[in-house]
């Protein structure tokens, strides 16, 4: 008897994450099976149905007709760049915030902390303004800096708890004691036993700099300094659409981070748990 | 060699935090301001500095925002506030059932294939997701609705008299695998001889949820209701690919409001500073609260470090 | 009035270019406008070296026939003009807007630009950021080459030729499924009455009876209000709106607006059209799911064969099943025209920046190519692939065209009506079109009245009033 309830109940937990995951990964399958449709086989077929005949040529329209060798360098392009810049940044400033007593640290942790809450849309036209006059409008340095920015505030947060209570304060005494000034115990001790802290950081800045949209949108004219999001609304306009190559190059955006997922899923997981929630 | 430790100290201090500092500050701190000042102005678009049509006409905009006939305020806010409630009473305790089971010896193979493609959706971005569901659930000839009228042949189409139902939807779909990766990561820290015995002495499942694994995730879901509130204000490119607001501006938030007044059609910078100024008023009375919450969960729960 | 006249003319011109008038013998009649022109005389200058252009293209790739756009209307240019190369720069909705606006604040426009006559436009017009064209129009003796309307400076939000329009729209394209409308019996309606009548036995039969993709909101303004509110208010409804003689509290207007909430309450428009993307009309549409259909002339290209799939949403042999017209007769108390009026507007086109100097081989390169763009070869390309339905240029051979049923009957369309109204986006601010067009999806989803959708608009209008 336990043991069939025992066996009905795993039958059951299964079920129910077969169902998440059905319903997680449906919508994705769906789009792809979208994108070998023509616009009238979308339009006037079940949307339930696979193509009539599987319509590759959207994707040779699709290719040929966006930039997406550009939107793709961007993206790489700002993504790393942000990446790199922010770990070190948080990095520096978590140690000070951290193992450096300042009475003002209470102050600059907190000014941080409010842009944790702070929305990107809400700063949107001062920024746009700042950018424009400062002459950077429609450059690569005017997008990195707002992304660096705005991930500050989260890495920094991340950090200061992680060294605060990862990195013993015994260890750096040690080395102040053989001499080696803050800069040089950061250098050698902190940032590397932040490697953790750092993964985490990376992770999550990436992913929200290679799906930034609205700043990239506003702060470049044309295409030569857009992002992978910038190929959305290409096929899809306020007097109409083309549904087969809208969803093509839906499909085609997302196979880049798809594959980073699947490629890292453990390390990303693993991650933004650790991140999310205090070390 | 002849600085003294503290002009040291001060130096190091200095080198370590300034970057940063700048960078955000100018970036964010200082348009926040600006936007303050600009929202008490009629500022419309062109010179800022110099132009000698600026004039400061106070609280022009907040007056017209909060009584202008069609109410778009009060509808972007319950919007914005019907987010927060589906994000803590939903996404968090569908996330905690979701990593609950998981964390059971039962399901013993494929833990990782289902984690990772529950938590998918989060790494897609908010623009392609909202685009693709547009096409999923809205129109009356989508996905949804075929599949609907497969079950009901006679159900009747009336997405457009709740249309806020779709989006709270998929803002579900979106993030409940990101609570369920947390809190998992977190279960499995509960030490496992502390269940298992509880389990020896007879406990149930739901006593053993209740007076064990609960309370040693409380710190945990507390963290989890600050993100979900301040993602949920942040809310702006799921909606602006999915719905723009529309049918009647019913499915608008307070950041797409903003953006709409500030960037389509005639440009209404003022309006916009101003609606922008009551984000930053609400996020900042959101940071005060939730440090309340946090301090008096920690002093009642004692679960903190 | 002279502007519907003109419209009306250019109407009644496509319709008789249609029935078999050959080539340019209609050109007399519309060279009469741009009399009296001014020293216009100067002789073209010769492009002796290489010029480069700079172009801000709005390019719709989902538009018919975009794909075929770079080799047809880019390619051939170049190939014509050696000595003129062009930087073309290619963007599409708001990224196109917030271009134009971000290089006009830095006075860095490019040297042709895409353009509207007025709306998103204005700033362009108003601010002189175009160059009048007017002199060029008439150096080259090109008024007798377009319709009247195109040349006409009055036409243009700021009072000159700032851009040479490829088209005339009229807003209102009301098609009527006879494959629906014979299963259940029916024929097409003539009054708003009898479609009433319809709206149970179609029902019945599990058909809509309007489709129409109302989910955003300037299509109802745009592709039917305006229709509307021209028939309730009478012609010329707007300069006496701008001038003071009536107001948007007047009861004809708010008798209007309850014929919108009462289309709703009736079931001709059923409220789910609010769900539907702009982007899935035709879709349901052409297969069968309502009999009558609602749009703009432009969206005919919508239902054509498209060269690049070889498919088409209607096939030509079912496109005579398939009447275009425009919305049937208000036959209720209180209407100003009853019946045969359309709601139209000057279409986008090319204009030139103001900067080039008068005699400058850049600007002679940029006219050149603003020639050729709204020039007979591109406008007749356009016609074909459904971009435009009415081309402001005169002379194209449509006997020598592959038209497809619903292209024919389109361009019958001009023959229906007698009067042309103004469209609310083409005369009004924008701060006073777009919370009417909200206000008219709030009629549709039951939560306003016409009363105090008035009031708004009222409100709206004033506060515009003010700021001028």
Redesign the interface.
């Known amino acids: 008897m336990k043991n069939v309830i025992k066996y009905g109940s795993t039958i059951i937990m299964y079920l129910i994450m077969v169902l998440f995951t059905v319903m997680t990964i449906y919508p994705i399958v769906w789009l792809f099976i979208q994108s070998f449709k023509t616009n009238q086989d979308y339009m006037t077929g079940s949307k339930l149905s696979l193509p009539t005949n599987w319509f590759t040529l959207n994707y040779d329209i699709v290719w040929n007709n966006l930039n997406f060798n550009t939107f793709f360098y961007n993206s790489v392009y700002y993504s790393i760049i942000t990446v790199i810049v922010v770990v070190i940044l948080a990095n520096m400033a978590g140690y000070a915030f951290a193992k450096i007593d300042f009475p003002i640290t209470k102050v600059l942790f907190g000014l941080f902390i409010v842009g944790i809450l702070l929305t990107i849309q809400s700063i949107l036209i001062p920024l746009f303004v700042m950018i424009f006059s400062a002459g950077l409008f429609n450059t690569r340095l005017g997008i990195l800096i707002p992304y660096i920015a705005l991930g500050l505030p989260m890495a920094i947060y991340l950090c200061t708890d992680f060294i605060r209570n990862g990195v013993p304060d015994e260890l750096i005494e040690a080395a102040r004691i053989d001499g080696a000034g803050y800069i040089k115990t950061f250098v050698s001790i902190v940032f590397p036993m932040c490697i953790p802290v750092s993964v985490t950081i990376a992770i999550i800045s990436f992913i929200g700099t290679w799906n930034e949209f609205i700043l990239m949108n506003i702060l470049t004219a044309g295409d030569r300094f857009k992002s992978i999001p910038a190929a959305v609304g290409r096929f899809s306009g306020s007097l109409g659409s083309d549904y087969g190559r809208l969803f093509t190059s839906l499909s085609i955006s997302i196979i880049p981070i798809l594959l980073f997922y699947i490629i890292f899923r453990k390390q990303i997981t693993k991650g933004v748990a650790a991140g999310a929630v205090k070390g | 060699m002849h600085m003294t430790m503290k002009t040291q100290k001060k130096l190091s201090y200095a080198l370590l935090v300034l970057p940063a500092l700048v960078v955000y500050l100018a970036v964010v701190a200082f348009p926040t301001i600006f936007s303050v000042i600009l929202s008490l102005t009629n500022y419309n678009g062109g010179l800022i500095f110099g132009n000698p049509d600026i004039e400061v006409v106070g609280f022009t905009s907040y007056r017209w925002m909060f009584t202008e006939p069609t109410r778009s305020f009060y509808t972007s806010l319950r919007n914005n506030l019907l987010i927060v409630g589906v994000s803590v009473f939903g996404q968090i305790p569908l996330g905690f059932i979701l990593a609950y089971i998981l964390n059971q010896k039962l399901i013993k193979r494929g833990r990782g294939f289902f984690q990772s493609m529950i938590f998918l959706p989060y790494v897609i971005s908010p623009i392609i997701i909202g685009v693709l569901f547009n096409a999923m659930i809205i129109n009356p000839r989508s996905l949804y609705w075929e599949v609907a009228r497969f079950f009901n042949p006679d159900i009747q189409f009336t997405l457009h008299s709740n249309p806020m139902l779709p989006v709270l939807f998929v803002i579900l779909w979106m993030f409940t695998g990101f609570y369920m990766i947390i809190f998992l990561a977190h279960m499995q820290r509960i030490d496992p001889a502390i269940l298992e015995a509880a389990r020896i002495d007879g406990a149930n499942e739901p006593r053993v949820l209740r007076h064990i694994v609960l309370p040693a995730m409380t710190s945990e879901i507390v963290t989890c209701a600050i993100l979900a509130i301040s993602g949920s204000l942040k809310t702006f490119d799921l909606i602006y690919a999915m719905t723009n607001g529309g049918p009647a501006g019913q499915t608008r938030v307070l950041s797409l409001f903003m953006y709409l007044s500030a960037f389509s059609g005639a440009p209404n910078y003022p309006l916009a500073n101003a609606i922008s100024t009551v984000m930053v008023i609400i996020s900042i009375i959101l940071i005060v609260v939730v440090r309340w919450a946090a301090k008096l969960f920690d002093r009642h729960g004692g679960y903190g470090k | 009035m002279k502007k519907l006249l003109s419209v009306l003319l250019a109407a009644v011109m496509v319709a008789t270019l249609l029935a078999g008038c050959d080539s340019d013998s209609n050109g007399g009649t519309s060279g009469g406008t741009t009399g009296g022109s001014t020293g216009g005389s100067d002789d073209p200058v010769a492009i002796t070296e290489v010029v480069e252009l700079r172009v801000l293209n709005y390019y ?4 018919a026939g975009a ?1 075929e756009e770079q080799s047809v209307i880019w390619e051939a240019f170049e190939a014509a003009n050696p000595n003129i190369k062009i930087i073309r ?7 196109f807007h ?2 134009v ?3 006009a ?2 006075g860095a426009l490019p040297d042709v630009m895409y353009a509207w006559p007025s709306g ?1 436009s204005t700033t362009l017009h108003s601010q002189g950021l175009l160059k009048d064209l007017t002199p060029l129009i008439n150096r080259d003796g090109l008024a007798s080459k377009y319709i009247a309307l195109a040349t006409d400076p009055s036409q243009q939000i700021a009072g000159y030729q700032g851009i040479i329009p490829q088209g005339v729209t009229a807003t209102n394209m009301f098609i009527a499924n006879l494959e629906v409308l014979n299963a259940v019996g029916l024929t097409p309606a003539t009054t708003y009455s009898e479609m009433v009548a319809q709206v149970p036995v179609l029902r019945d039969a599990g058909y809509d009876t309007v489709i129409m993709p ?5 299509v109802m303004q745009s592709c039917l209000y305006s229709l509307i509110v021209g028939r309730f208010m009478g012609d010329g409804w707007h300069e006496r709106v701008l001038n003071g003689e009536t107001n948007f509290t007047d009861p004809a207007f708010i008798a209007s607006l309850a014929f919108v909430q009462q289309m709703y309450e009736d079931g001709v428009i ?3 059209s ?7 009309g ?3 549409f ?2 069968n799911t309502g009999a009558y259909y609602i749009d703009g002339d ?2 005919v290209g ?1 239902f054509l064969t ?1 060269s ?2 070889g ?3 209607i096939s030509p042999d079912r496109q005579d099943n398939f009447v275009i017209g425009v919305f049937p007769e208000i036959d209720l108390p209180g209407v100003a025209i009853p019946g045969r009026t359309n709601s139209a507007v000057l279409g986008t086109g090319w204009g030139i920046n103001a900067n080039l100097a008068d005699g400058s081989p850049e600007l002679e390169a940029a006219w050149t190519l603003v020639k050729w763009l709204v020039g007979l070869e591109v406008q007749t390309f356009r016609l074909r692939t459904g971009g435009i339905s009415t081309p402001s240029i005169v002379g194209i051979d449509y006997g020598a065209l592959p038209l497809e049923p619903l292209q024919v009957s389109l361009a019958g369309l001009g023959a229906k009506y007698d009067v042309a109204t103004v469209v609310v986006d083409g005369a009004f ?3 006073v079109y ?2 009417l067009n ?2 008219l ?2 009629l ?2 039951g ?1 306003t009245t016409p009363e ?1 959708v008035a ?2 608009i009222q ?1 709206a209008f004033e506060a515009w009033q003010a700021t001028q």
Do not use: V
């Open positions: 719709d790739m989902s538009a794909l720069e290619d963007e599409f909705e708001e990224s917030d271009s606006n971000a290089y604040a830095a998103r109302n989910m955003a909101s300037w059923p409220a789910s609010l769900a539907i993307d702009y982007g899935e035709p879709g349901l052409a297969t432009w969206r919508a498209d690049t799939t498919e088409a949403l601010a924008s701060t777009e919370p909200e206000q999806q709030a549709g989803l939560i105090a009031e708004i409100a």
